[in-house]
């Protein structure tokens, strides 16, 4: 298989993913139709940061844009979780497609929080935890709302890629609203601008996944950096001779395989999904959690719930420790309470809802 060349991968995978393609950006460029994402408590903040001139953006505004990237990479992972979490077969191709995501994002917030502290700052992971459902940090991909479901298609391509789709596939769209993308080019940007003095203190050293946290000392490492984070999924880069280092597509390209079935293959006629089938798999089908979380869920369920949600905000309040001075033991703490939140989310998964078809999942609650 020849090596990925990003623009035109991009130009021409976002053709074979066709209608999908448009109906995800759709809405970003459309009023908000009822029953869509609720405006963000901070509506625009990071069209505020962007529109800051690149002549008044120092040191603090990378503070603040680094912050919203925390509550960005975050906010993801919990829906992720929960479709990688539903699928019965673990040894499936989609199975180690989402396992990959997953690993990725707990990667990208690792570099975010890296970089923070690089510039003197503090994450605020707990104060970032978003809530479901809901619309994505600081005013990006509006018109898309997060939730939480079982791997369904619907949730793959009204959440899954819609999170994740390029920029240059929304570019058709007219949509105002800021990219994931976009956002990232810009604070990279800003970093050049600024070069700010950067402190290792505090950083932290991790393998997570097939990717490997390391201290940013220079720009340059930044720059690695933040390029890696848009390679993986977040964004596009606009060099032509860009390519995947780990010769794996972008999330949204291997979320779409999923959804379409089959590989992306490169053809006389651009990418296409041609490839090796992608089988859909059996997945326990946890219900979309509702505002306001499940309804007078029965004694065994309410205490399964509380179970789940009394690890997460252990695992956020150790994720804080962590980038505060906890140093790799406090993030060995942090792996193991996420470890943790598996078996009853597995459970409650396997808990039939009754008088449906579906089953309970976790809300994902922060407990003051």
């Not at 990232?184 to 505090?202: C, I, K, Q």
């Amino acid at each position: 298989m020849a090596p990925f060349k990003r623009r035109s991968f991009l130009a021409s995978a976002a053709v074979a993913a066709g209608a999908s393609t448009t109906a995800v950006a759709g809405p970003a460029s459309a009023a908000a139709p009822p029953g869509s994402a609720p405006e963000p408590s901070n509506p625009g903040s990071v069209a505020r940061l962007l529109s800051v001139p690149e002549a008044g953006r120092g040191v603090e505004w990378l503070r603040a844009a680094l912050q919203v990237a925390v509550e960005l990479e975050l906010c993801v992972i919990p829906p992720y979780l929960c479709a990688w979490w539903s699928v019965k077969n673990r040894g499936s191709e989609a199975a180690r497609l989402i396992r990959r995501i997953v690993d990725d994002e707990m990667y990208h917030l690792g570099v975010v929080c890296n970089l923070l502290v690089a510039v003197g700052g503090r994450p605020r992971i707990k104060a970032a935890a978003a809530a479901y459902p809901g619309p994505l940090p600081g005013g990006v991909r509006t018109g898309v709302t997060l939730y939480l479901s079982g791997l369904t298609k619907p949730f793959l391509h009204d959440v899954m890629m819609a999170v994740e789709a390029p920029e240059e596939a929304l570019a058709r769209t007219g949509s105002s609203s800021p990219t994931v993308g976009t956002f990232y080019g810009h604070l990279l940007n800003g970093f050049w601008a600024v070069a700010p003095e950067l402190s290792t203190r505090g950083q932290l050293s991790a393998h997570i996944g097939a990717d490997e946290l390391r201290p940013v000392e220079t720009l340059l490492d930044v720059e690695r950096s933040l390029d890696i984070i848009r390679e993986q999924g977040e964004g596009t880069s606009r060099s032509p001779a860009d390519s995947f280092e780990d010769d794996h597509p972008a999330h949204y390209y291997a979320f779409s395989e999923i959804y379409h079935g089959r590989q992306l293959r490169e053809t006389d006629n651009g990418w296409k999904f041609t490839g090796p089938p992608v089988p859909f798999p059996d997945a326990r089908p946890m219900a979309r959690v509702p505002a306001g979380g499940w309804s007078r869920p029965a004694a065994p369920v309410q205490q399964l719930l509380h179970r789940f949600d009394t690890v997460y905000t252990t695992l956020l309040d150790t994720l804080d420790e962590t980038w505060a001075g906890g140093g790799p033991r406090t993030l060995g703490a942090a792996v193991h309470a996420m470890r943790g939140l598996e078996e009853p989310a597995v459970r409650l998964m396997e808990t039939e809802i009754p008088g449906t078809r579906g089953t309970y999942g976790p809300q994902f609650r922060v407990l003051a």
